[in-house]
């Protein structure tokens, strides 16, 4: 969607290796936000920013850190990726003074083998 | 978080309306009611969103019961494009500012 990327789009990886996903936005919107959504647990929140450098953990956070140095980039890491971290990783964005929902990515396809 | 109850699946027909129902008894005077759906392959899209008021918008209407404890949204005229699944969210704006997702409604449209 326009205003979000995220990249890569899809990726293979082996367990033990460290791995970063990058959220994109052009929006200025101070709020960021990573989900993972699998089968049977739906979408999940992993952590989330309210500015630069402002992060904080959301209820799956175990094996994630985030770093977000600029506004328009929220970066999501696996330090040593695990089978069980294999997911479809969204990130979203959303301003608080304005009166418009999330705005959702298109979501990285991770697998970790 | 408070929590919201929908039915797990809906069918419709292709051209007719499809009123799909939320059930939230515990929300709270500063909750919003959000709705989003995620298209097959596809990330979360916001739908409409609103507070006591029913609301309206280009995609759909949301209808509030007048105490709040559920509420209905309303697609005029169901397409193919339209299948999707359906979430139903309690929103505390001024809070954490987080959307919690439950399992939603898959909604099938029948040609």
């Known amino acids: 969607d326009a205003g979000i990327t995220q990249s890569p789009r899809h990726k293979v990886t082996e367990t033990g290796t460290p791995v970063t996903l990058r959220c994109h936005q052009t929006e200025n919107h101070r709020y960021m936000y990573w989900y993972r959504q699998d089968p049977g647990h739906g979408l999940r929140l992993i952590h989330y920013?309210?500015?630069?450098?402002?992060?904080d953990k959301g209820e799956v956070s175990d094996g994630y850190s985030v770093s977000r140095s600029k506004t328009e980039d929220f970066l999501l890491t696996l330090e040593s990726a695990t089978s069980s971290q294999t997911s479809v990783y969204f990130c979203?964005?959303?301003?608080?003074?304005?009166?418009?929902?999330?705005?959702f990515g298109s979501g990285t396809r991770l697998t970790v083998v | 978080d408070a929590k919201t109850t929908q039915p797990n699946s809906m069918e419709s027909n292709e051209e007719e309306p499809v009123h799909l129902p939320c059930n939230h008894s515990t929300i709270s005077g500063t909750d919003y009611i959000h709705w989003y759906r995620q298209l097959p392959s596809q990330g979360p899209e916001y739908v409409i969103h609103g507070l006591t008021s029913n609301v309206n918008n280009r995609m759909a209407s949301l209808a509030i019961a007048e105490d709040r404890k559920s509420s209905t949204l309303i697609l005029h005229r169901a397409t193919l494009r339209d299948a999707a699944v359906y979430y139903c969210?309690?929103?505390?704006?001024?809070?954490?500012?987080?959307?919690?997702f439950g399992k939603g409604t898959k909604l099938t449209v029948n040609p």
């Open positions: 920013s309210y500015g630069v450098k402002d992060t």
């Open positions: 969210i309690l929103f505390w704006k001024g809070g954490s500012e987080k959307l919690v």
């Open positions: 979203a964005i959303t301003e608080p003074t304005g009166n418009y929902g999330y705005t």
